[in-house]
């Protein structure tokens, strides 16, 4: 099972960056596809990116051209670099396999939007 700890969150004025960062462990990171969700108030969680082992991305059409998902297999890290933050953007940022995992849920980390 792999466990997850989110890191990088913050409070950040729309137009701003932020850069989100995911440990993992666990001997199958490397092979399994890794993927950033969120979750608004008041909203479900929602996919956000996601990157396969072998460096292919996907995103949501929300953060096309904003966010780019990467990771480290060496060092069992996924990052989440979020270019452009707006107002909508605001909530819990967690990482996970995709499909997601419901054990391996971490805390998330806090992401506020706004002026």
Same mark, same amino acid.
């Given at each position: 099972?792999?466990?997850?700890?989110?890191?990088?969150?913050?409070?950040? @004025?729309?137009? #701003?960056?932020? +850069?989100?960062?995911? !440990?993992?462990?666990? *001997?199958?990171? /490397?092979?399994?596809?890794?993927?950033?969700?969120? @979750?608004?108030? #008041?909203?479900? +969680?929602?996919?956000? !990116?996601?990157?396969? *082992?072998?460096? /292919?991305?996907?995103?949501?059409?929300?953060?096309?051209?904003?966010?780019?998902?990467? +990771?480290?297999?060496?060092?069992?890290?996924?990052?989440?670099?979020?270019?452009?933050?707006?107002?909508?953007?605001?909530?819990?940022?967690?990482?996970?396999?995709?499909?997601?995992?419901?054990?391996?849920?971490?805390?998330?980390?806090?992401?506020?939007?706004?002026?």
């Amino acid at each position: 099972q792999v466990r997850l700890v989110e890191s990088g969150g913050g409070l950040v @004025q729309p137009g #701003g960056s932020l +850069r989100l960062s995911c !440990a993992a462990s666990g *001997r199958i990171f /490397s092979i399994a596809t890794m993927a950033w969700y969120r @979750q608004a108030p #008041g909203k479900q +969680r929602e996919w956000v !990116a996601r990157i396969n *082992r072998n460096g /292919s991305t996907n995103y949501a059409d929300s953060v096309k051209g904003r966010f780019t998902i990467s +990771r480290d297999n060496a060092k069992n890290t996924v990052a989440l670099q979020m270019n452009s933050l707006k107002p909508e953007d605001t909530g819990v940022y967690y990482c996970n396999k995709y499909p997601a995992v419901a054990a391996s849920w971490g805390q998330g980390t806090q992401v506020t939007v706004s002026s």
